[in-house]
């Protein structure tokens, strides 16, 4: 499971309250993606990490923002949390071995806005 | 605009039977596809991956097929299993691997009829 863990692993909030979800992972992996998956859309990515302090967009950005102090953590915040971002958020690292390069998730984060 | 396209929202298939799932896509860069299985309330695990500069990848059960002609891949199963029942994305990349942003479809479920 490439050693990724979410948290929480679900909540429920209200529009316009502060959301911040966390992924952490244990193998040093420099590269880490935040997804969303709606039904329809499959996953869409959010924001990604390629180091410390180093972040770029995804396709569908807006409303979100991320932080990486350090590198086995990605924060994703959501500053004010709207019902379209009620979804499943799963975080990921990318991970390269016998010449197969992948990227392993994790095990999501059901997120609720009423 | 959706550049990976699953067309098949659903699949069902007797078990022992051969599974094809397909995937098209319309951006002539991405030079990397990978096809992921998520099962309910899990994060989608990497199943097989395949290079531009291969028509073929081939992993047990398992095997991609590219073709490029045609911007098509798809995965076949062989034989399938009722525990192969699941949803499948395929996912693509102009990077070389998956070391960067993924594109993905939007999902076909696969049933396994025992």
């Known amino acids: 499971d490439a050693g990724i863990t979410q948290s929480p692993r679900h909540k429920v909030t209200e529009t316009g309250t502060p959301v911040t979800l966390r992924c952490h992972q244990t193998?040093?992996?420099?590269?880490m993606y935040w997804y969303r998956q709606d039904p329809g859309h499959g996953l869409r990515l959010i924001h990604y990490s390629y180091g410390v302090k180093d972040t770029d967009k995804g396709e569908v950005s807006d409303g979100y923002s991320v932080s990486r102090s350090k590198t086995e953590d990605f924060l994703l915040t959501l500053e004010s949390a709207t019902s379209s971002q009620t979804s499943v958020y799963f975080c990921a690292i990318s991970y390269s071995s016998g010449g197969t390069d992948t990227q392993y998730f994790g095990p999501g984060t059901r997120l609720t806005v009423l | 605009d959706q550049q990976v396209k699953q067309n098949s929202p659903s699949l069902s298939v007797q078990e022992g039977r051969i599974s094809i799932l397909n995937c098209d896509y319309t951006n002539s860069m991405f030079d990397y596809f990978l096809w992921y299985k998520k099962y309910p309330a899990e994060g989608p695990t990497f199943l097989i991956s395949i290079s531009s500069i291969k028509d073929k990848n081939e992993d047990g059960r398992f095997t991609v097929f590219l073709n490029k002609s045609a911007k098509h891949l798809s995965l076949h199963i062989v034989p399938s299993q009722p525990g192969d029942s699941a949803v499948y994305f395929c996912a693509a990349s102009p990077y070389g691997g998956a070391t960067n942003k993924l594109i993905f479809g939007t999902g076909t479920l696969l049933a396994v009829q025992p």
């Open positions: 193998e040093n992996h420099r590269y």
